[in-house]
């Protein structure tokens, strides 16, 4: 089969067109073949779909019900699982060996589930982006469980989602993430909740603690719940800041703070900083705890954003589309662009001497800490901090939510709200 039949049976199965999927079988397609472009079998996509007719179409013709997948090592029975799919795993159970068949009444007894959105693979939000019912999960003895109220659709996600970086750094993603789709479907980096029920050997939180943090590479906060370890990025909130103000925060205020403390800020005596892309979460943030600091700003931002960089008690401002900011007359001892748009060669004649360079357009990738949560939390309550807050979405806009940020034009955060 040719590498252009062989995605237009896939089509078949994402799209849930048994017929098309009929067609290819009585080509003589291998339903076991797994073509280095996808590294899946159409048993495991028709799973993730949950297309039961197509599952049970590719069964009766010899798909293999334990083929373990390329891409994730995982066997379709255990996707079926994790998914808590109870129909896809009765009809595995009919092809498997009875001592490889799965005991659904303890998957319907210990697999409650929960509301998640789910990414089928790379692309648009309107094609990848799924709210479904997945498995819901159970702490272990050193884990907390969070209802999540609030997380954010932040441009890291929308980079995941949609494979959206170029060449090295493509592939390195992939090798990270997955090739074909991310590995762990359920997206999202931040939360703030509740915690609903704690592991034998949690000292550090109780049931009722409202708490928020960052799951970095993990990833797993669009869904209701989520179990992590309690010493794991996480931390009481702010206690003056409602759940979608301390989700708005973290994304940006952690960033912020890792590359802030990279240019050695608070060694700093009122420091003059040039902040490029002041109105993003990671700009917002960073204009405020800069300030904390003692620095002195002057930010970069469009027209339509010069109005939050002023409300957040900033003056001095370049206008991107009015003027360059590589022609500023000023020299500054850091330049921290927060969005990635320039390079350390266009900006280096701006530097006093002594002066560093700091973009997360780069190859250095924040790293999040508790401390970064205790700094947040202490400048939230203090009010020197405040959330900036584009637009709230409900999970059931998921997609609106996402295609909003690929806009490129979100002012601070869009918050996603859970429950």
């Not at 508790?370 to 637009?391: H, P, R, S, V, Y």
């Amino acid at each position: 089969m040719g590498h252009g039949d062989w995605k237009d049976m896939f089509k078949g199965v994402h799209e849930n067109d048994i017929e098309l999927v009929r067609y290819h079988i009585r080509m003589g397609v291998d339903l076991n073949y797994q073509h280095p472009e996808f590294l899946t079998s159409p048993l495991m996509e028709s799973i993730r779909g949950n297309h039961l007719e197509i599952m049970a179409l590719l069964l009766e013709n010899g798909a293999l019900p334990d083929l373990k997948e390329v891409d994730s090592n995982q066997e379709p029975s255990e996707l079926a699982k994790r998914l808590g799919n109870i129909e896809a795993i009765k009809l595995l159970n009919q092809y498997l060996p009875p001592d490889k068949r799965l005991d659904l009444s303890s998957v319907i007894l210990h697999k409650a589930t929960m509301k998640a959105v789910i990414c089928t693979k790379y692309g648009a939000p309107e094609e990848v982006l799924q709210l479904k019912q997945v498995a819901k999960p159970s702490p272990k003895e050193d884990e907390i469980l969070v209802k999540i109220v609030a997380t954010a659709v932040n441009s890291g996600d929308v980079r995941v989602r949609g494979l959206a970086v170029k060449g090295f750094m493509r592939i390195m993603m992939q090798l990270i993430m997955g090739f074909k789709r991310p590995r762990k479907p359920i997206l999202g980096t931040v939360f703030a909740g509740t915690v609903e029920q704690i592991g034998k050997q949690v000292k550090n939180f109780q049931v009722g603690d409202e708490v928020f943090g960052m799951t970095g590479f993990n990833f797993g906060t669009y869904a209701e719940y989520i179990a992590l370890n309690q010493n794991a990025n996480v931390s009481l909130k702010p206690q003056n800041a409602t759940f979608e103000e301390a989700a708005a925060i973290v994304f940006g205020g952690q960033t912020a703070i890792y590359f802030l403390e990279k240019t050695r800020i608070q060694q700093r005596k009122m420091p003059k900083i040039l902040l490029i892309g002041a109105t993003g979460a990671v700009g917002t943030a960073a204009l405020q705890i800069a300030r904390h600091f003692g620095a002195t700003i002057t930010a970069v931002c469009s027209s339509r954003g010069a109005s939050v960089v002023k409300r957040l008690g900033v003056d001095d401002i370049i206008l991107y589309d009015q003027t360059d900011f590589t022609q500023c007359s000023q020299k500054f001892d850091i330049i921290f662009d927060a969005v990635g748009v320039s390079t350390s060669k266009q900006c280096r004649h701006l530097l006093n001497t002594g002066g560093i360079y700091k973009t997360v357009g780069g190859l250095d990738y924040a790293s999040e800490t508790k401390a970064q949560l205790a700094l947040l939390k202490k400048l939230f309550e203090n009010g020197e901090l405040q959330a900036t807050i584009d637009q709230i979405f409900t999970m059931e806009k998921i997609v609106a939510a996402h295609q909003y940020v690929d806009r490129g034009r979100k002012k601070g955060n869009v918050v996603l709200k859970v429950a």
